[in-house]
């Protein structure tokens, strides 16, 4: 696979996962960094998308490819030991991707909160778009990610 996010009408495998945070408060800028970086470069050679949430000392993440990809990298995300208790909260076929340009993001926790500033997509690193700029479909996967976060969703 070439990392292009494609555009003409497909069918994707959609994840979206929550997890425990095992990184030390005091190693988390730089874990996260590290972490950002290897799965940007990995999402865009395999061709997968989506977000990642981080809030307190959870992760909620969605991702969005082919589904032998996306469950190649649960496989590998599973076996990171900085995280635990995953749990899978949504699997399926979609039509579409949420976040066909993102190849990694990170989405705010709270509703009123704005995303990062920059977001990298499969065509390099850009601002991120206004919050008001964000899709119907976009929004609600975004909320069943906040509301993961929270504890508001159970598998």
């Known amino acids: 696979m070439d990392g292009s996010a494609p555009t003409d009408a497909a069918v994707f495998y959609r994840l979206i996962y929550r997890s425990r945070n095992r990184i030390?408060?005091?190693?988390r800028r730089r874990e996260l960094?590290?972490?950002?970086?290897?799965?940007?470069?990995?999402?865009?050679?395999?061709?997968?998308t989506g977000a990642l949430l981080l809030?307190?000392?959870?992760?909620?993440?969605?991702?969005e490819g082919e589904q032998e990809a996306v469950q190649a990298l649960l496989g590998r995300i599973r076996a990171d030991t900085r995280h635990?208790?995953?749990e899978i909260l949504d699997t399926g076929l979609?039509?579409?991707?949420?976040?066909?340009r993102w190849a990694m993001?990170?989405?705010?926790?709270?509703?009123?909160?704005?995303?990062?500033p920059l977001i990298a997509h499969t065509d390099g690193i850009a601002k991120a778009a206004p919050r008001e700029a964000a899709t119907a479909d976009q929004e609600r996967v975004?909320?069943?990610?906040?509301?993961?976060?929270l504890g508001r969703l159970h598998a």
Do not use: C, W, Y
Not at 56 to 61: I, N, Y
């Open 24 to 27: 030390p408060e005091d190693d």
């Open 33 to 48: 960094g590290e972490l950002f970086s290897a799965a940007r470069s990995h999402n865009k050679k395999n061709g997968i």
């Open 55 to 63: 809030s307190d000392d959870s992760f909620v993440q969605t991702l």
């Open 84 to 86: 635990d208790q995953l």
């Open 94 to 100: 979609v039509d579409s991707r949420v976040f066909a």
């Open 105 to 116: 993001a990170k989405v705010a926790d709270d509703e009123d909160a704005s995303d990062i």
């Open 142 to 149: 975004l909320s069943v990610m906040r509301d993961a976060a």
